[in-house]
């Protein structure tokens, strides 16, 4: 479960990627725009640093850490979504 998930959020982060680059046509950026595009890359790191913790010894392994986390990764990535629906 643990690995696909994560595979789930390599994909989003390389289709997401794909899809900002287009963001090199714009010749003026505004300070929103580029806030905006770098609060999408932030809430990307944030749902992938929930996946890998600094310590799993309190865990009995990803299972049971996933488990735990599920309503913080759920959360963010909603929020994320949200957030792709309206940048699309």
């Not at 680059?21 to 725009?33: A, K």
């Not at 010894?57 to 299972?63: D, I, L, N, Q, V």
């Not at 963010?76 to 957030?83: D, G, Q, S």
Request: aromatic share 30%.
């Amino acid at each position: 479960m643990h690995l696909g998930w994560v595979a789930y959020m390599f994909v989003n982060a390389v289709f997401w990627w794909w899809w900002e680059f287009r963001l090199r046509l714009i010749t003026t950026w505004s300070f929103p725009l580029y806030a905006f595009v770098l609060a999408n890359a932030f809430q990307i790191y944030l749902i992938c640093a929930v996946f890998f913790p600094s310590d799993i010894a309190p865990f009995r392994g990803f299972k049971e850490y996933f488990m735990a986390r599920r309503r913080w990764f759920f959360g963010m990535l909603l929020a994320w979504l949200a957030t792709d629906l309206f940048d699309t």
